[in-house]
């Protein structure tokens, strides 16, 4: 079983759309969680950190369930710049690793 | 905020050679470096952690001799591909923790792409 799993996409949408991705985690001693956004053959970059209560940043809300070992990403009235590939990342177990999924791709629509 | 820098952004090589690429962080020293690689449409794959002052640790199936990684400061980790091959091609990015502890927050170079012919 892969460390971190996300379903690949594309997602589709059009402009103003709710998208939103999710994400499992096999390693019940992982301690953080992030969401990194890349675009194409470009570096990763954080999007958002992850707490155990949910967080939110402007249009996009991150939420953990550590009992379930998944991590979700709901982006609000989705615009053209926000196409990109969403990486979940987590660490592995208690180490300062951070290991990526394979990431989703989003493709807005105008 | 944290930059890391990452040299050179695009290598071409013939098989049978040894590439260097470098990283550095501009304006935080980073006890701490990874080196990831990505290939097409994959994900990124934690290489190693580069240790300043001590041996890097190679996560399973990177060869080490292969890969060579040297962490001689608090600002630079250097990986040198060692007679690279056409396998050897894709996105290498390594990326640096500011501080000892923390948030593990990651900040990405801006990855080098080795084309190997």
């Known amino acids: 079983r892969k460390e971190v799993e996300q379903d690949p996409g594309p997602f589709n949408v059009p402009e103003g759309a709710t998208v939103a991705f999710n994400c499992t985690y096999s390693?019940?001693?992982?301690?953080?969680f992030f969401w990194y956004r890349q675009d194409c053959r470009k570096e990763p970059k954080l999007l958002m950190s992850v707490y155990s209560s949910g967080n939110e940043d402007g249009r996009f809300t991150a939420q953990l369930n550590r009992a379930s070992q998944y991590i979700s990403l709901l982006i609000r009235d989705s615009k053209l710049s926000d196409s990109a590939t969403y990486l979940c990342?987590?660490?592995?177990?208690?180490?300062?690793?951070?290991?990526f999924g394979t990431g989703t791709l989003l493709a807005v629509q105008p | 905020g944290a930059v890391v820098s990452q040299h050179p952004s695009r290598v071409i090589c013939k098989s049978g050679t040894s590439v260097k690429i470098e990283c550095r962080s501009l304006d935080f020293q980073a006890t701490t470096m990874f080196w990831y690689r990505q290939f097409p449409k994959q994900s990124l794959m934690l290489m190693a952690t580069?240790?300043?002052?001590?041996?890097?640790?190679?996560e399973q199936g990177v060869e080490k001799d292969k890969f060579l990684i040297n962490h001689a400061s608090l600002t630079l980790s250097t990986l040198t591909v060692t007679s690279a091959h056409p396998e050897d091609s894709s996105f290498y990015i390594c990326?640096?923790?500011?501080?000892?502890?923390?948030?593990?927050?990651?900040?990405f170079g801006a990855g080098s792409r080795l084309t190997v012919l």
């Open positions: 580069s240790n300043e002052g001590s041996k890097a640790t190679y």
């Open positions: 990326s640096a923790r500011e501080g000892v502890s923390g948030a593990n927050v990651l900040t």
């Open positions: 390693n019940s001693a992982s301690q953080s």
């Open positions: 990342v987590v660490t592995r177990g208690a180490t300062n690793k951070l290991i």
